[in-house]
């Protein structure tokens, strides 16, 4: 199995009846971007879904094996909306 480099968010499983499943995240899958926004490790992954309005729909390029690939994402009652505690981590709320 390849290692992925250090800082990569990467989908070790994901659960049954989630919005990630629904989606159509695959464990293994790496998230690269959401809406243009390059993802730099896991922290910034997680912050980032939690400053999403319940409802937002956002874009993720991920890769998948060698692949990339574009998932659009709608955020529901699992993401709450949080502070943002990074004042560095600012949303791009425009996808080309």
Sequence with gaps: MKRRPAGESQFNKVERNTPARAAGFKKGDVVLEIDGLRIENPYQFAQELTVLPPGSEVTFLIRRDEEE?????????????????NPNLRRNSSVP
Excluded: A, P, Q
């Design 69 to 85: 690939l574009f998932i659009k994402f709608t955020s529901d009652k699992y993401v709450e909306k949080r502070e943002n505690r």
